[in-house]
């Protein structure tokens, strides 16, 4: 969140502070929509995953909520992009995150919305193989490719030193 707040320059962030004073802050699980600010994308989906508590506190749940909440605010758009909830400093297991994403992302898929495209985006570099490892397992090789197979190199992004990787998983309907 604070990575997207910062990249997204002043708006967003007015935008944000804005809906917190008038709303409180989200529960996990629960979304609020804003414009991108600088990002390049039409809208921002805000949501809260769990942190992780060993799984004693129904964090698997709230993650499977967090994730649900976010695609379905997305349903009429074409492409999503979407974050490894829960994966940095919130420590949720990675290959745990990755399994229950993608298995929320291949329901999402299967329903009546106009999203053809999902992307995962890594931003950090330890993340990554389990996210492609369930992508692929999931979905298979031809319909996953990463930013290497998509032309996109693996690339520091400039705001902060973090690696992003970019897994795409194409649906056709």
Known sequence: MLFISSAGGVE?????????????????????TSS???????????????????????????????VHGALEACRSYHTVALPAISCGIFGFPHDLAAKITVKKIQDFM??????????????????ISEFRSALVTTFGTD?????????CNLQLLSCKQMYTSLFR????K
């Open 12 to 32: 967003l962030k007015r935008q944000c502070r804005e809906f917190v004073q008038k709303h409180g802050n989200l529960s996990c699980g629960e979304v609020f």
């Open 36 to 66: 991108s600010g600088k990002l390049p994308c039409k809208f921002v989906v805000h949501t809260v995953g769990p942190v992780w508590h060993s799984g004693k506190r129904n964090e698997e749940r709230d993650l499977e909520k967090a």
């Open 110 to 127: 299967t329903t009546d919305s106009s999203v053809s495209r999902v992307d995962v985006v890594i931003t950090r570099k330890d993340v």
């Open 143 to 151: 319909k996953v490719s990463s930013a290497a197979d998509s032309g």
């Open 169 to 172: 998983v194409c649906i056709l």
